[in-house]
């Protein structure tokens, strides 16, 4: 499986863009469904503010690293409208 992962191994992602955002800057969240200290079922693992390339205006990439076992969400919001997610993907960490 694509989205199942191993505890400490490399995430990597890739976020895809179909239109320029005006500020190009992204808020990228991963939360943990079911966390130890969870709010309403989730609890916030990562976050990072990306400015997106001039040279690369519609897509951004790196990784993530997580050593607890557990399924999460990664959510992807514009600094333009940061109530709109505009791209969402599931995945798993698993021994």
Same mark, same amino acid.
Do not use: C
């Given at each position: 499986n694509t989205n199942v992962f191993k505890p400490g191994e490399r995430v990597y992602y890739l976020i895809t863009l179909? =239109? =320029? *955002? =005006?500020? #190009?800057? !992204? !808020? *990228? #969240? *991963? !939360? =943990?469904? $079911? $966390? +130890? $200290? +969870?709010?309403l079922g989730y609890e !916030?693992?990562?976050g990072k503010r990306v400015k997106l390339r001039t040279e690369q205006p519609h897509y951004f990439s790196d990784y993530v690293v997580f050593n607890s076992a557990g399924a999460y969400a990664m959510r992807v919001y514009s600094r333009d409208k940061p109530t709109k997610v505009l791209t969402s993907a599931y995945f798993y960490v698993r021994n």
């Amino acid at each position: 499986n694509t989205n199942v992962f191993k505890p400490g191994e490399r995430v990597y992602y890739l976020i895809t863009l179909p =239109k =320029k *955002v =005006k500020t #190009q800057m !992204l !808020l *990228v #969240q *991963v !939360l =943990k469904i $079911g $966390g +130890e $200290g +969870e709010r309403l079922g989730y609890e !916030l693992a990562w976050g990072k503010r990306v400015k997106l390339r001039t040279e690369q205006p519609h897509y951004f990439s790196d990784y993530v690293v997580f050593n607890s076992a557990g399924a999460y969400a990664m959510r992807v919001y514009s600094r333009d409208k940061p109530t709109k997610v505009l791209t969402s993907a599931y995945f798993y960490v698993r021994n």
